[in-house]
């Protein structure tokens, strides 16, 4: 198994952008090259302002190149929960908003051109038991309620769908779709810079201070002063000494791809190419890529010691879902962070005057990034926190964050060590 991300291989030429180097002068500091920094970026440029966007790596190297593609339509929590947390009005406002994450994207995407193999066929959020189907249903009345057209698929339906007899049900969402989510983040890097904005490479930020009504951003060759300031280092913080550093915890994930299958079998795994995930403790996520590779991962790191269980657990799995596809070979393998809140709320932090921390998409990056990034652009320009999708607080303190982490990880290994053994 190739240690190397699918997503590097096939996201095609990466952003051409050099570090940032001396006195820069902008009307916003962006800081983090993923699907926010680069969404605001975009927006921003749009609209006239100048901009500087400072990466640490490359855009895209963090969770952003590393997601499993997914463009999901609402978070993680019910839309229900979401109303109870935030209540009835503020609530209603982020579903919505979130519902309409998925046009966003694929609007994005053909303005722009992106070349990400985009896909909207939907996904399929699978019930692995009985309980699972519960929570189907409990969802699906749910979104029904607020106008998603989505539909209950019983097991028959979902097995044709998925290639898969392991599911008693699923959830079929049209509204979603599948991405090469790195070709997408450098997508709309690559517009940003087409409207005018200078996005940096290669640019650790190490300090950020603000002193005369300015935000003062300096690297080791660049100092660039702004009006404004956006945070979106999300799970891929490099310890940027600032008061606001995003408080969540980093849930690992990790994904495996097959080599491209055969004609034969490619038409009976996800045959009109779906996504999909199923309700189990420790969730399993499926899709295609669109040269044929099936694409199975779930929580786990593969740069910790638990490594080899996931890796072979992940071997046993695919036999199990798809005996068809027995002894395939995984070329690739990789992992990254999620930045998640025991909530499962996103946050929008108020670090100082017009300056944001955004981050916690709990493992539903794409459409609430590029939501949050676009929402948080037009709040710079207008002042109007009516602007944003959920109303910004002061400070967000995640309780017991490096215990969470491990306990996490622990979990995961302990569950793949265990589970899904019956295949010889």
Request: charged share 20%; with cysteine; hydrophobic share 40%.
């Amino acid at each position: 198994m190739i240690s190397a991300n699918l997503w590097e291989r096939t996201a095609g030429d990466p952003v051409e952008a050099s570090q940032c180097v001396g006195e820069v002068k902008a009307d916003v500091i962006i800081i983090g090259g993923g699907f926010t920094g680069c969404a605001a970026a975009l927006q921003l440029a749009r609209a006239g302002s100048t901009v500087c966007l400072l990466e640490a790596n490359t855009v895209g190297h963090g969770g952003s190149g590393r997601n499993v593609g997914l463009v999901n339509a609402g978070l993680w929590l019910e839309p229900e929960k979401v109303e109870v947390a935030l209540g009835r009005s503020a609530g209603s406002k982020l579903n919505a908003a979130l519902a309409a994450g998925p046009d966003s994207v694929f609007a994005l995407i053909e303005q722009y051109g992106i070349a990400c193999q985009p896909n909207r066929s939907g996904t399929l959020h699978c019930a692995h038991s009985t309980s699972g189907w519960s929570r189907l249903e409990r969802r699906a009345n749910q979104y029904c309620k607020r106008g998603a057209r989505v539909r209950l698929l019983a097991r028959e339906e979902t097995r044709v769908k998925t290639g898969c007899d392991q599911y008693i049900g699923a959830l079929l969402d049209p509204r979603a779709g599948t991405i090469q989510p790195l070709a997408y983040v450098r997508g709309l890097a690559n517009a940003a810079i087409a409207q005018g904005a200078s996005v940096y490479q290669g640019s650790v930020v190490h300090s950020v201070e603000y002193h005369n009504q300015v935000w003062w951003a300096r690297t080791a060759q660049a100092c660039v002063q702004a009006d404004a300031l956006i945070l979106a280092t999300n799970a891929y913080h490099q310890g940027l000494p600032i008061s606001a550093r995003p408080q969540c915890i980093q849930l690992s994930f990790f994904q495996c791809a097959t080599r491209p299958l055969h004609a034969e079998l490619r038409d009976t795994i996800l045959p009109e190419r779906q996504g999909a995930w199923d309700t189990a403790p420790v969730m399993t996520s499926f899709r295609m890529d669109a040269e044929g590779r099936l694409i199975v991962g779930a929580v786990g790191s593969l740069e910790k010691m638990g490594a080899s269980i996931h890796q072979a657990w992940i071997r046993r799995k695919l036999d199990l879902m798809f005996p068809a596809a027995r002894g395939q070979a995984f070329d690739y393998a990789w992992s990254g962070r999620i930045a998640m809140t025991v909530d499962h709320l996103p946050k929008i932090i108020k670090i100082g005057q017009r300056a944001l921390s955004i981050y916690g998409y709990s493992g539903r990056g794409i459409g609430p990034g590029t939501v949050f990034g676009t929402a948080a652009a037009m709040y710079l320009l207008s002042g109007d926190e009516d602007d944003l999708p959920i109303a910004p607080i002061h400070a967000h303190d995640e309780k017991l964050r490096k215990l969470r982490q491990v306990s996490y990880e622990l979990g995961a290994s302990v569950f793949h060590l265990l589970r899904d053994r019956r295949v010889k």
